[in-house]
T-cell receptor
Framework: GNSVTQMEGPVTLSEEAFLTINCTYT??????LFWYVQYPGEGLQLLLK???ADDKGSNKGFEATYRKETTSFHLEKGSVQVSDSAVYFC?????????????WGAGTKLIIKP | NAGVTQTPKFRILKIGQSMTLQCAQD?????MYWYRQDPGMGLKLIYY???????DKGEVPNGYNVSRSTTEDFPLRLELAAPSQTSVYFC????????????FGPGTRLTVL
């Protein structure tokens, strides 16, 4: 079946450091891939997405590229800020699933220290 | 648009009590979902609906029930609350499928003592 694996957290970085959060997936077809972010005390919100191989999603300085050859969708940011502290979730949507359920990773907590 | 709203924000229940978590969306979305998020964990799907009158079980449906009589509302019912149901509950909605975005409510933090 479909699955999403994220690197375990917490990830602790200093402000202005480079960020990578790894995400790999298993899927039978050609899924759409997502990164959602959950700020403290809030619900999740979409950060970025990509719908086909080699697509790059980007938002708020974050980027992720859909790599079919490595089944990965790693999240990157060149210079993190304290305000980026949050939990980040990688997810996939299987186009063969008519109910359009998202398959979620476990989440990676990011802590940015000033 | 208010988006996805959830009530209450917080609730403490005693073991064996029942309650309904309310969820409403004003975006005319067809798909709605209920998730639970345990401390330090990811999301688990409880129930979902693909339209008014249609609901189905997710990964962890035991101890819960849902109904979808209108497009806007998707309440989650807890019968005979147990400590294992202590969690944060999120409702989400989506217009269509595929690569569409799920929009989340702010969550309900439930404690069962």
């Amino acid at each position: 079946g479909n699955s999403v694996t994220q690197m375990e957290g917490p990830v602790t970085l200093s402000e202005e450091a480079f960020l990578t959060i790894n995400c790999t997936y298993t899927a039978t077809g050609y899924p759409s891939l997502f990164w959602y972010v959950q700020y403290p005390g809030e619900g999740l919100q979409l950060l970025l997405k990509a719908t086909k191989a080699d697509d790059k999603g980007s938002n708020k300085g974050f980027e992720a590229t859909y790599r079919k050859e490595t089944t990965s969708f790693h999240l990157e940011k060149g210079s993190v800020q304290v305000s980026d502290s949050a939990v980040y979730f990688c997810a996939l949507s299987d186009p063969g699933d008519s109910n359009y359920q998202l398959i979620w990773g476990a989440g990676t907590k990011l802590i940015i220290k000033p | 648009n208010a988006g996805v709203t959830q009530t209450p924000k917080f609730r403490i229940l005693k073991i064996g009590q029942s309650m309904t978590l309310q969820c409403a969306q004003d975006m005319n979305h067809n798909y709605m979902y209920w998730y639970r998020q345990d401390p330090g964990m990811g999301l688990k799907l409880i129930y979902y609906s693909v339209g008014a009158g249609i609901t189905d079980k997710g990964e962890v449906p035991n101890g819960y029930n849902v109904s979808r009589s209108t497009t806007e509302d998707f309440p989650l019912r807890l019968e005979l609350a147990a400590p294992s149901q202590t969690s944060v509950y999120f409702c989400a909605s989506m217009l269509a499928g595929g690569a569409d975005t799920q929009y989340f409510g702010p969550g309900t933090r439930l404690t069962v003592l």
